[in-house]
C-alpha cells in the first residue's frame, strides 16, 4: 500500500472513531479514562499537537469543537454527568501511577 493511501485510510478512520463517540454521547470522559487512557479531550489535545509538529497552528477550543462535534461548553452542558465517587477514586488512583 503506498503511503498516500495508508494515510487517507488512516483519516477515514479517525472520522469513524470521531462518529461513533458522536453516536454514544453516554460514554464519559471519566470513563474513556479509567477504561482506556484516554478521552475526547486527549483526542483534541493530540489534534493540537500533531498539527504544530506539521507547522500548522490549530487552537484547542477549535480541535475540541472538531472532536465534540460542537463547542465543549455546549457538548458539557448536554451529556456530561457529575462522575461518580467511584469514577474519581478509580481516575485519582491512575493518575498516582503516571
Known sequence: MNKSKETEIEAAVFRRLLKHLDEH????????????DFCRNCLSKWYVAEAETRGENVDYEVARTHVYGMPYG????????????EQLEKFNARQGKN
Open 25 to 36: 454521547k453516554e460514554v464519559q470522559n471519566i470513563e474513556l479514562m479509567n477504561l482506556a
Open 74 to 85: 455546549e457538548w458539557k452542558d448536554k451529556y456530561q454527568v457529575a462522575a461518580t465517587p
